[in-house]
């Protein structure tokens, strides 16, 4: 069984961030460990507060992990702090010196309400330092307008934006999500391969919490567990759609996704 490492924001509601990341991987057959970034006072009708962990607290419980658990792949979700960035950065360097693993980022730079969740410094120092020790990387439209400083409304926008923020590191695989696109492509920047679209279908729901969470948490599990980056990448959509799709229809607000379909489907078949 494969572990995989989360490190991100708590969302008390379960609907993103560590709990969420916790259930995909679970759902994928995987094991899950976690390190808290930051506490937030949330539900599915939007953030309230954001109270980040002290960067030391991140870094011993990444260097904790590592020693009894190594992960077989990590993915990056909120960071909160400019140390965070920082202290997250320096683990990468020092761990995959040794051995590397696969690291999906997804830049959660603002809340779905509209909440900034990650500074400009951070923001800063997540393109210049953190980008080099990543693999792939999942913005939305408006994280890459914000990472690369170009408009991404239109789909000729998207792939110019795309282009510029693969070109910000090496190796860096980018897989820009559509779902503010009509129709909701999402577009898959390889390595020296052309960018292809990957077709979407707009889903008519309120279950859209955490979205981007259970899509980047979904590429690194299929990734770790053997798919090429191409069939992650849509296996991956594919999940998210399904959860959406057999959402439970909770909260009063954007409702968070059933992550964990694929062990209920198999529940229902038995």
Wanted: charged content about 20%; aromatic content about 4%; proline content about 7%.
């Amino acid at each position: 069984m494969p572990t995989l490492l989360t490190i991100a924001g708590f969302d008390p509601s379960s609907g993103a961030g560590i709990t969420a990341d916790l259930l995909v991987f679970a759902a994928h057959g995987c094991f899950g460990t976690s390190c808290i970034t930051a506490l937030t006072v949330q539900s599915t009708t939007g953030v309230r507060a954001v109270v980040p962990v002290e960067a030391s607290t991140v870094s011993a419980t990444l260097a904790c992990l590592h020693e009894d658990l190594p992960p077989d792949g990590i993915k990056i979700g909120m960071l909160a702090t400019e140390a965070v960035v920082s202290g997250t950065t320096t683990h990468l360097e020092e761990i995959r010196r040794a051995r590397r693993v696969p690291v999906v980022l997804d830049p959660v730079l603002r809340s779905s309400s509209g909440k900034p969740l990650l500074t400009p410094e951070a923001v800063g120092r997540l393109r210049h330092d953190l980008l080099p020790q990543v693999d792939w990387i999942t913005p939305n439209l408006e994280e890459l307008a914000i990472l690369t400083g170009r408009h991404c409304r239109t789909r000729s926008e998207v792939v110019e934006a795309g282009r510029a923020l693969q070109a910000m590191a090496p190796h860096l695989q980018v897989l820009v999500t559509g779902g503010h696109l009509d129709p909701p492509d999402d577009l898959l920047f390889g390595i020296d391969a052309e960018p292809r679209w990957i077709r979407g279908e707009r889903i008519e729901t309120q279950a859209t919490h955490g979205t981007g969470c259970a899509f980047s948490s979904a590429l690194l599990a299929r990734l770790v567990l053997g798919d090429g980056g191409l069939a992650a990448a849509r296996a991956a959509k594919q999940y998210v759609r399904r959860a959406m799709e057999t959402a439970p229809g909770i909260g009063s607000g954007r409702g968070p996704l059933n992550h964990l379909w694929p062990v209920t489907a198999g529940l229902e078949k038995k």
